[in-house]
């Protein structure tokens, strides 16, 4: 009964291809993320969706695109992957309407490497 | 911009005994949530503490407590009686309000070595 679950765990690709990671959580929250860690373990924000309705877009090339069916899913489907996509993707959900101090509660992480 | 900042890339601390890792932030928003997050070698983010900006009182957990100075905008992570499994990269970071999506920024990472 996994919080935050995102597949696959591990991604392994060649440049050009178009792959999704699939995100679901199951704890009731209105808004989900996708943050990307680089190689030097910097996190960044990527998008954020709110009841399906996306509210942040963080200059993220459009070869990105996050797809959110309900609000318990945000999948982030990546077109013509480049060498420089090659990092590990977090999803995370939070409450909206709740307490700002309600932390992010992220899944395992999606290791995508580009050859 | 809202920036965190950790200054130090690695730290290592003996086992039991208490190490800080430091973290200051740069905002102009009066009310703000701050958050400690380790994450281990098994990649998974783990809440540590958390911090309400309006609260002057430092959240304590366990062994972790921080030293929050909101006029400095210095947001410490204490860990007393280090063990073994504290091992990890800790993020700072800093949770802006509603209106800009409730996101995280975070800190570059602490790397915590921890020697027995």
């Known amino acids: 009964d996994t919080a935050v679950s995102q597949t696959p765990k591990y991604l392994v690709t060649q440049m050009g291809n178009d792959k999704s990671i699939k995100c679901e959580q199951n704890l009731g929250h209105d808004t989900m993320y996708w943050y990307k860690q680089d190689s030097k373990k910097f996190l960044k924000i990527m998008f954020s969706y709110n009841n399906k309705e996306l509210i942040i877009n963080e200059t993220v090339p459009n070869r990105f695109s996050p797809k959110s069916p309900d609000k318990a899913h945000l999948n982030l489907h990546i077109n013509s992957l480049e060498l420089g996509d090659s990092a590990v993707y977090f999803c995370?959900?939070?409450?909206?309407?709740?307490?700002?101090?309600?932390?992010?509660?992220f899944g395992n992480g999606t290791r995508l490497t580009v050859t | 911009a809202q920036t965190v900042t950790q200054s130090q890339p690695e730290m290592s601390v003996q086992e039991a005994e208490t190490v800080t890792l430091s973290c200051t932030y740069d905002t102009s928003e009066s009310d703000y949530y701050l958050f400690w997050y380790k994450q281990p070698p098994s990649r998974q983010m783990i809440l540590v503490i958390r911090q309400e900006a309006y609260k002057q009182q430092n959240a304590t957990e366990n062994r972790f407590s921080v030293n929050f100075q909101k006029a400095a905008k210095s947001f410490s992570l204490k860990i007393s009686d280090s063990q073994l499994g504290d091992a990890a990269m800790y993020f700072c970071?800093?949770?802006?309000?509603?209106?800009?999506?409730?996101?995280?920024?975070f800190g570059a990472g602490t790397i915590l070595r921890v020697k027995s």
């Open positions: 995370a959900s939070s409450p909206y309407r709740g307490n700002e101090n309600s932390p992010l509660h």
């Open positions: 970071a800093y949770r802006r309000g509603r209106e800009y999506g409730n996101k995280l920024v």
